[in-house]
């Protein structure tokens, strides 16, 4: 069994490099895993990278400091 299943995890910068890392790491271990980040397409691409891999994410897209972004994904 996966270490974080039933989990939920906000990925802050989890477009690229080591946010991505940790996105993808999170949900390989069962996390449910929302991507955040300036750069919409990346982290739209981050989200179906593990979509295919068969796991469960959200992308969005966020150029605000307001944390109501990532509280409205849940």
Known sequence: MAKLSGRT???TG???GMGQGVALNFAEEGA???VLD???DGAKEA???QVRAAMSTHAEHS???NNDT???IF
Do not use: M
Request: cysteine-free.
């Open 14 to 16: 989890g477009a690229s």
């Open 63 to 65: 150029t605000s400091n």
């Open 70 to 72: 990532a509280w409205s």
């Open 32 to 34: 449910r895993v929302a």
């Open 38 to 40: 300036r750069n919409e």
């Open 9 to 11: 995890a906000i990925v």
């Open 47 to 49: 989200a179906e990278q």
